[in-house]
């Protein structure tokens, strides 16, 4: 440890004098007695880059450079101690156990550190409830503060990588035949999903969020992107409304065209309009005047969205036909 700690001493006296920090440093044991104790004492980063070359050069491309580089937040803002606390003890011992080792804290309390700034980021406001916190699957299992992949989002890995890497049955829905095309780089599961946690919503109350990220603030992610289905409509479908989306598509995959939620689509309607006896054998299945109408030992009435084509809801017909 003593030659360490000598010739590391150098680095950190040659890198304290050209900044002027030496003498907050060696000054310290003799300021008075208002000065908080030696083991909150902060000492700068610079301090660090003494001995931690490598991660503080490769630092100063971290969006948590900033904070020293604007020079204008306290100490315990900035820079390595934002998040490895006050320096001081461990700067002049080199000891490992008196500086924060986040492998050695627990997933809440290195979430908790994490959260000492991040708290107040909107998108984070589920987290603490989220089904990754309570998993214990915290921050640092899909950031990586020194070595991300790339310099963003400081992501341990690729998105999709990280995510499948827990999630490995979820890789086997984006390889079916109709899919989102995540596993072709055209999509990320944060379109849809907020890994951070989100509010149970209008669309699924009394059901788990799944951490699916509402967007317009309270609809569904899908009508981000497929914007004709947001409506509203003169003539609304329930169900797109009620139950969402997932009432009759698979949001990642399925076998079936329009990655619906049944092999066949006329078996996905009955599923809700079966409110007749004898249905699909003498032609009833729909309620009212037109009762009779539907015959489906007929194939042509099978394909329900061929005459009922704005299943999504329509402007001009309660039956969705136009
Ligand atoms: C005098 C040299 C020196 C200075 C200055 C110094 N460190 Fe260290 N640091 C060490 C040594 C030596 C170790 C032990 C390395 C090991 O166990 O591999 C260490 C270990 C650590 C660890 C724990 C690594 C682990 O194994 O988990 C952290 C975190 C750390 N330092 C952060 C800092 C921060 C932040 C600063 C600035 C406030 C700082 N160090 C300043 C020498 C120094
Ligand atoms: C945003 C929070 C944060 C900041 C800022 C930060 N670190 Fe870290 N540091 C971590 C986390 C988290 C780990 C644990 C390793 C991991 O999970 O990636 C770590 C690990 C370390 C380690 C031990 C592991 C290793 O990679 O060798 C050292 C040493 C260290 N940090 C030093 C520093 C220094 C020096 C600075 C300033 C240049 C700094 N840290 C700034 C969060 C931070
Ligand atoms: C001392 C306050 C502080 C702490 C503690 C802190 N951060 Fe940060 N973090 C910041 C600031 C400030 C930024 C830069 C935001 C910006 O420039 O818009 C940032 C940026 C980030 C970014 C990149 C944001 C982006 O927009 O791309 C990530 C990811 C991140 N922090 C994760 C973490 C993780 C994980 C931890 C805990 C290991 C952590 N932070 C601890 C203050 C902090
Ligand atoms: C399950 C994985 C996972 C966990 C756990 C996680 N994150 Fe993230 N985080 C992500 C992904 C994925 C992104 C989005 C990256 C992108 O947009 O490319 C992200 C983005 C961010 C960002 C930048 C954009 C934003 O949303 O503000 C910050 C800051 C951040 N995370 C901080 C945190 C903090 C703090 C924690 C712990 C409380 C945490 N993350 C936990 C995966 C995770
Ligand atoms: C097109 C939007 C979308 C994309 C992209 C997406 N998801 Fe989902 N995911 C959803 C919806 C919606 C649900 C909720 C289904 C429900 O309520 O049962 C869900 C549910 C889940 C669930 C929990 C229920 C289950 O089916 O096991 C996991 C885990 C999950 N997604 C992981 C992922 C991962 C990992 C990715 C990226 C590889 C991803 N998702 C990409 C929309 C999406
Ligand atoms: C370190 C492992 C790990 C990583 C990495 C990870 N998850 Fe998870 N995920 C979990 C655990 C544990 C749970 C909670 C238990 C469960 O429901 O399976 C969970 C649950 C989920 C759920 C279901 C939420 C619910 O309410 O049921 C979704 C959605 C999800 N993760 C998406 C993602 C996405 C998207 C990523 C990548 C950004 C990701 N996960 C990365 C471990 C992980
Ligand atoms: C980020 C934008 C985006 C989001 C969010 C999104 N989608 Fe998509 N969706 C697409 C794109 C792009 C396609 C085109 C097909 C492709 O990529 O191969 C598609 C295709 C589809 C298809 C098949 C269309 C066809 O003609 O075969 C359905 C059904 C669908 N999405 C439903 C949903 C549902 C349900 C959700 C919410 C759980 C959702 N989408 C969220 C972008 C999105
Ligand atoms: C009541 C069942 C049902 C619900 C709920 C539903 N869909 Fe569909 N959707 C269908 C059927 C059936 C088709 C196939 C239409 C066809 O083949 O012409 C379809 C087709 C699609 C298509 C591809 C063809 C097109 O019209 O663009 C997209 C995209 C789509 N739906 C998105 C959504 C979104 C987004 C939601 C939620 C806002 C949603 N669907 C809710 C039944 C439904
Ligand atoms: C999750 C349940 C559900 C599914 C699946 C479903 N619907 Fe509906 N549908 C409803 C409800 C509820 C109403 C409103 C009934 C009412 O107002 O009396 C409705 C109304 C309708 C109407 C307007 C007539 C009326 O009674 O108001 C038509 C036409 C219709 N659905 C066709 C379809 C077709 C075609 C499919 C398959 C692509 C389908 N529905 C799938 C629940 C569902
Ligand atoms: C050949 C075209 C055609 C096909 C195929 C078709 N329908 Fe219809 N459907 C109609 C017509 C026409 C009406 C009544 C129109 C009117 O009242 O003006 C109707 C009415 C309805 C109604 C409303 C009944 C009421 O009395 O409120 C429902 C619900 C419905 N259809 C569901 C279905 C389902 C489910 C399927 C697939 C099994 C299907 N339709 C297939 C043409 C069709």
């Not at 060696?26 to 007695?33: F, H, N, S, T, Y």
């Not at 083991?39 to 070359?53: I, L, N, Y």
């Not at 919503?201 to 951490?211: D, T, Y």
């Not at 947001?230 to 989306?245: A, I, L, S």
């Amino acid at each position: 440890m003593r030659p360490l700690l000598r010739a590391t001493g150098m680095h950190r006296f040659a890198a304290c004098a050209s900044l002027g920090c030496l003498a907050a440093l060696g000054a310290a044991p003799l300021r008075a007695q208002s000065q908080p104790p030696a083991q909150q004492q902060f000492v700068g980063g610079q301090v660090c880059q003494g001995c931690h070359a490598d991660l503080a050069d490769s630092f100063r491309r971290n969006p948590h450079f900033n904070s020293v580089a604007s020079g204008k937040l306290p100490p315990e803002r900035t820079g390595c101690e934002g998040c490895h606390g006050p320096g001081f003890e461990h700067a002049i011992s080199a000891d490992p156990d008196r500086i924060v080792r986040f492998p050695a804290l627990t997933p809440a309390q290195a979430q908790e550190n994490c959260l000492a700034c991040h708290a107040g980021d909107l998108g984070k406001m589920h987290v603490r409830t989220s089904a990754h916190a309570t998993g214990e699957v915290g921050c640092t299992n899909c950031h990586s503060i020194h070595d991300p992949h790339e310099t963003g989002a400081l992501l341990a890995r690729r998105q999709r990588d990280l995510c499948y890497g827990c999630h490995q049955d979820i890789r086997a829905r984006f390889e079916m035949p109709f899919k989102h095309r995540v596993n072709e780089g055209a999509m990320e599961c944060t379109d849809c999903h907020n890994p951070h946690g989100a509010p149970v919503v209008s669309w699924a109350p009394a059901h788990s969020s799944r951490m699916v990220s509402p967007s317009f603030g309270n609809d569904l992610p899908c009508v981000g992107c497929h914007t004709d289905k947001r409506g509203p409509f003169v003539y609304e479908h329930p169900p797109v409304r009620v139950e969402g989306c997932g009432s009759c598509h698979e949001p990642h995959g399925s076998t079936t065209p329009r990655l619906l939620a049944r092999p066949v689509s006329f078996t996905l309607c009955l599923e809700c309009h079966n409110s007749i006896d004898g249905f699909g054998t003498t032609g009833q299945g729909i309620v009212g005047p037109w009762k009779g109408f539907h015959n489906l030992a007929d194939p042509a009435f099978r394909e329900c969205v061929l005459c009922h084509s704005r299943i999504h809801g329509s402007n001009a017909d309660p039956l969705f036909r136009r």
